[in-house]
């Protein structure tokens, strides 16, 4: 097999095509103003413990939205040469090594705990197999998120046209796809700091899924200082999110 350099080689990518997943609500409306009225305190407390009582608190509004995550499977696989020193101590009265055709002359080490020895050094090129599996899972505006706190449940049959139906709740990526795919490969496809030549090199993605999951965004405000919190509650679990 022909080795090139890092410079010369270029990395073979395999992009599975792009899908779209949208989650069924389980939790209504009301339901969900249910859930921030019963929490809405800890989201005005004050150094951790200092909350205002329940009647100081306003629930504004609540709206339901579906926030689009991308979330994708990805592979590297490396195939690279590097350099490497190894050393050998050989007998005091050895002058010279022939090895592989070659002459080596050993060198004397001199160290503070044991005794002067003789050292054989020669430079070598070790062929190393990298691989990575990676998840990664990106919010609307490409910051990465944890995937398993992602909410998770039954999809809708018809995407499409769940999609066309959420018309305008829906809130849009604000990266084009081929900006969530450079840094979902920068997530993924990291070369060790010793790459020398390359033999083979690729990177795959053999799963990404746009999710459109149902959130309910409640505006609650505090009544003496006028502050304003937007409390968001998962349509699937109604449970509040930190996502």
Do not use: W
Not at 71 to 95: G, P, Q
Not at 205 to 222: G, K, S
Request: glycine share 4%; proline share 5%; net charge positive.
């Amino acid at each position: 097999m022909t080795v090139s350099t890092v410079a010369e080689k270029k990395m073979e990518e395999r992009i599975e095509k792009r899908k779209l997943e949208v989650q069924k609500i389980a939790l209504d409306l009301e339901a969900a103003k249910s859930v921030v009225e019963k929490d809405k305190r800890k989201f005005f407390a004050k150094l951790g413990f200092l909350k205002p009582s329940q009647e100081e608190i306003e629930c504004e509004s609540a709206q339901l939205f579906y926030e689009p995550f991308t979330v994708a499977k990805a592979n590297y696989y490396l195939d690279y040469y590097k350099k490497k020193t190894y050393s050998i101590k050989v007998d005091d009265e050895v002058s010279e090594v022939i090895i592989f055709g070659q002459t080596l002359k050993p060198e004397l080490v001199r160290g503070l705990l044991r005794r002067p020895h003789k050292t054989l050094a020669f430079d070598v090129q070790e062929r190393v197999i990298h691989r990575v599996v990676n998840q990664v899972a990106l919010n609307r505006r490409g910051h990465e998120v944890d995937p398993t706190k992602l909410p998770s449940g039954p999809i809708e049959p018809d995407s499409k046209k769940a999609l066309e139906k959420a018309g305008e709740k829906v809130r849009k990526l604000t990266l084009s796809p081929e900006t969530i795919l450079d840094l979902i490969r920068k997530r993924t496809a990291q070369r060790p700091p010793d790459v020398g030549k390359i033999a083979k090199e690729v990177f795959e993605i053999t799963e990404h899924t746009v999710i459109l999951t149902p959130i309910y965004e409640a505006r609650c405000r505090q009544v003496k200082t006028g502050e304003i919190r937007i409390i968001p509650i998962s349509g699937i679990t109604g449970k509040m999110l930190s996502l």
